[in-house]
């Protein structure tokens, strides 16, 4: 990894015959790091003096903004000569954010395998093991033997993706069996592969989601899992670097999701109009709900004007419920996530979360009242009590919400991430005005305390 002092002395390389030098020797990701950090004007220069070689493994490094950005720079040459070489999963993934105007001028152009490649795997919906796999893979006939099929490997197999599993199908490409490389270099020659594949073959379909795909392949300690149509024909692999990015990409959009960020997609480096698009929505949406929250309040102008020292207790309310439901919502979330839970298993779950949650409505309502008893005038001190009691009851129900929510979202096939934090602390903020301004008005005009 680059650090930073030597990003700058490679910046500071004013001889172009010793940049190319440099830059040509370095790691493919260290070499995209270095054009990412680069001004506008300067990446395409940069990259051009990269052999063909080290600009095609460069190039797949690099953020989906630069990659359009470089292809508009280049002639239409060196594109096509990246954009054939890519892997046909990493090809489409630039497909799906260049204009369509840019796919239209350089899918012909592409070889006619690459074509159909790229083809087969756009056809599949976004967010399936078919739009994610790729088709490269070691494929082998039944019949053949050991050495044949290390024959056939050496000579058309050394581009693949990975070579670490072989798998047989029959004739009409059936998947049958799988085979690992270390079988086949420990095993005679004269023995029919048959005899040493495994016949439990874990393989995920076409339309399986991309999280079931993950889930499949941390559960089983797989480096490829292949991909098969409805007619159990294998149509494509994915890998495990596939599967780090599809884990990453889903975490970073629940997270997002999470904190209300609409379209889970930004980043650091977003454009300013992108992070405005994507937040600025749900924030009007926020203060949309928090108009509500205010309105709940407003039928208890007089009690507030007769007890003014809850304008002083009532922030305590804000947020706090919220926190606590959004720790129980981000840890079932990520339960479901992961498939640690299923519906099934709802009330197991609350029933722990609710053990959890009395002690902490007892940490928080013994701490309101304290922190009311210090504002409160003496004669006003049972509003610490109701200050207290709400604010335990608030924090059950807000550990109950934050744990049921999810469960129901996903049994309705909703993505329960989008029960953002936001969402829930507003809606509990709520519940808790209404309850403390509602106890103490009847305090006031009923018990006449």
């Not at 902490?360 to 210090?374: E, V």
Request: aromatic letters at 6%; glycine letters at 6%.
């Amino acid at each position: 990894m680059l650090s930073r002092e030597d990003t700058i002395e490679l910046s500071d390389i004013t001889d172009l015959n010793q940049l190319k030098s440099e830059l040509n020797h370095l790691p493919a990701v260290d070499v995209g790091d270095y054009i990412s950090e680069l001004p506008g004007e300067r990446r395409a220069i940069a990259f051009r003096l990269l052999s063909k070689g080290c600009a095609i493994a460069v190039f797949e490094y690099l953020p989906t903004e630069i990659q359009e950005e470089l292809i508009e720079a280049l002639h239409d040459t060196q594109v096509c000569q990246i954009i054939e070489a890519m892997r046909p999963d990493d090809r489409v993934a630039l497909f799906d954010e260049l204009p369509a105007g840019v796919v239209k001028r350089l899918l012909p152009q592409l070889s006619p395998e690459e074509r159909a490649a790229t083809a087969t795997i756009i056809g599949y919906p976004e967010g399936t093991a078919g739009r994610v796999m790729t088709t490269e893979y070691v494929r082998l006939r039944q019949g053949l033997t050991v050495g044949e099929a290390l024959a056939k490997i050496k000579q058309s197999d050394r581009d693949k993706e990975t070579i670490y599993y072989a798998y047989v199908t029959d004739d009409s490409r059936k998947l049958m069996q799988v085979v690992s490389l270390r079988q086949l270099v420990f095993t005679l020659p004269d023995t029919p592969i048959k005899d040493i594949g495994s016949d439990r073959v874990i393989k995920v379909y076409t339309e399986t989601s991309q999280e079931d795909v993950a889930r499949q392949m941390q559960r089983y300690d797989l480096i490829a899992v292949p991909v098969v149509d409805r007619e159990d024909r294998l149509v494509g692999i994915i890998t495990i670097d596939d599967v780090v990015d599809i884990l990453q990409e889903e975490a970073t959009e629940d997270i997002q999701k999470l904190a209300g960020v609409a379209s889970g997609e930004d980043s650091s480096l977003s454009s300013p109009w992108s992070k405005l698009q994507n937040r600025l929505p749900w924030l009007l949406g926020i203060m949309a709900l928090y108009i509500g929250a205010s309105s709940s309040i407003a039928p208890f102008q007089d009690t507030i004007a007769k007890i003014p020292v809850l304008a002083v207790i009532m922030p305590l309310f804000s947020n706090t419920g919220g926190a606590v439901g959004t720790q129980a919502l981000t840890v079932t979330i990520r339960s479901l996530g992961v498939g640690e839970v299923t519906a099934g298993d709802t009330l197991k779950i609350l029933g722990k979360e609710l053990l959890a949650g009395l002690g902490t409505a007892l940490g928080l309502g013994l701490t309101m009242i304290l922190l009311a008893l210090i504002w409160t005038p003496p004669d006003e001190r049972w509003v610490a009590l109701v200050a207290g009691s709400v604010m335990a009851a608030n924090s059950i129900v807000a550990v109950t919400l934050g744990t049921l929510l999810p469960i129901a979202f996903k049994q309705v096939n909703v993505d329960p991430a989008l029960i953002s934090g936001p969402l829930v602390t507003t809606l509990l903020d709520t519940i808790g005005f209404i309850l403390f301004l509602s106890l103490i008005t009847l305090s006031v005009n009923v018990w006449h305390l």
